[in-house]
């Protein structure tokens, strides 16, 4: 869908331009909906187990920003761009990494773990990195107004729907399976309304982003391995780091860009996101076919 979204939105971009000044209200949407499917377990796991979340989270918040900071020297990008992608890597991690986790037979209650702690300390981390990273470039990275809007985007949405959950209990169990579908929704009319403001800018740039965004999706993804394998984890959770460290929330990054940088700077993270959710799929389908050739013998 995203992918489908992308070209329509490439080709006809008006309707996602017409609906642009919505973007941050249905971001706030989407962590609404991913509030509303937490649990109190959640949050206790963390508790329970704090040296490996502390692990998983600081490789979070270091591996992708300096990835992404090393990638733009290399490849020279333009400034927007630059900040772009490291507004991108400096994103918490993405909620579509529990599901990845699952389906690689990975261990999912460490990724909802990672993701849940990665999102609540993203408001100030996520504007934090961005600020000292980007500061050899020409752009005015707005630090209080990019941490003020991840508080009423994120935390804030995603607490209400937690708290409604918690409240409402049975009630919200039946309409449960609706809000991942509503997040799910709103991220790719995101990414799409990235594509529609660039149309024009698209054809300049693509082979220079892809290639960035590539690079910095395969590091993420074999550093998180590498995390997991020099702390001695066992294989179900080197492979959640895998997948955790390598999705990022760029559909986070690209409602900041849009608000802050200028539509160029969300470009990164808008391809970001086609890029990590082809990647992700195609790693958690080979584990889970491993997984399940290693049950059948």
Not at 114 to 137: D, E, N, Q, R
Not at 183 to 200: E, P
Not at 236 to 262: D, F, K, P, S
């Amino acid at each position: 869908w995203v992918v489908i979204f992308g070209v329509v939105a490439y080709f006809w971009p008006k309707p996602f331009v017409f609906l642009g000044p919505c973007n941050k209200l249905f971001f706030s949407l989407t962590m609404f909906g991913i509030g509303a499917v937490l649990r109190v377990e959640d949050f206790r796991r963390i508790i329970e187990k704090p040296v490996i979340v502390l692990i998983g989270s600081a490789a979070q918040f270091t591996i992708m920003p300096l990835g992404a900071f090393v990638t733009t020297r290399l490849l020279g990008l333009p400034d927007e761009l630059a900040v772009g992608l490291i507004l991108a890597g400096s994103a918490p991690g993405a909620m579509a990494s529990n599901v990845m986790s699952y389906i690689a037979r990975a261990d999912t209650a460490y990724s909802v773990s990672l993701t849940t702690v990665s999102t609540l300390l993203c408001p100030l981390l996520t504007p934090g990195l961005t600020f000292l990273l980007a500061k050899g470039t020409k752009l005015d990275v707005p630090f209080w107004g990019m941490m003020l809007d991840v508080m009423i985007m994120v935390v804030i949405p995603l607490f209400v729907g937690f708290g409604i959950r918690h409240i409402l209990r049975e009630r919200m169990e039946k309409i449960q399976p609706v809000f991942p579908a509503i997040s799910v929704t709103f991220i790719i009319f995101i990414c799409s309304l990235v594509i529609a403001l660039n149309r024009d800018r698209l054809r300049e740039v693509t082979g220079l982003v892809l290639a960035a965004v590539l690079i910095l999706n395969v590091y993420g993804l074999a550093a998180g391995y590498g995390v997991g394998s020099l702390f001695r984890m066992n294989r179900a959770r080197r492979r959640t780091l895998t997948i955790e460290i390598g999705m990022q929330n760029a559909g986070l990054g690209a409602t900041l860009a849009l608000a802050h940088l200028g539509p160029q700077a969300a470009i990164p993270a808008a391809i970001f996101v086609f890029v990590c959710i082809l990647t992700a799929s195609a790693l958690a389908s080979i584990w889970q076919r491993r997984a399940a050739s290693a049950l059948a013998e």
